[in-house]
């Protein structure tokens, strides 16, 4: 499984944007998520969503402002992103479990990142 991140940019604050991560392989039974990383801290989880797409769960810190959603007809997942603030600044990363966490360290398979930068 290779995933592929896409979408990041730079945005104002309150703006949108939404991020994509095309997989290649069987994902359709694999759990998959959103983290990010900020300079000079740890890596974060920021949504997950399960197999079908019916179920999402989300950090606190975004909930209510990202969405996460799935297809699984195109392989790919979506973080659309709303209500951007600055401390939303971060590499975005997407990744791929076969279990259902919000452990960086249980997800086997990860895309490269795509840098979000929200300035005011």
């Known amino acids: 499984v290779q995933l592929q991140a896409s979408g990041g940019g730079l945005v104002q604050a309150g703006g949108s944007l939404r991020l994509s991560c095309a997989a290649s392989?069987?994902?359709?039974?694999?759990?998959r998520g959103w983290f990010r990383q900020a300079p000079g801290k740890e890596r974060e989880f920021v949504a997950r969503?399960?197999?079908?797409?019916?179920?999402?769960y989300y950090a606190h810190s975004v909930k209510g402002r990202f969405t996460i959603s799935r297809d699984n007809t195109k392989n790919t997942v979506y973080l659309q992103m709303n209500s951007l603030k600055l401390e939303d600044t971060a590499l975005y990363y997407c990744?791929?479990?076969?279990?259902?966490?919000?452990?960086?360290?249980?997800?086997?398979?990860w895309g490269q990142g795509t840098q979000v930068t929200v300035s005011s």
């Open positions: 990744a791929a479990s076969q279990i259902r966490t919000s452990d960086p360290l249980q997800y086997d398979y």
């Open positions: 392989g069987r994902t359709f039974r694999l759990y």
């Open positions: 969503i399960n197999m079908n797409g019916g179920i999402a």
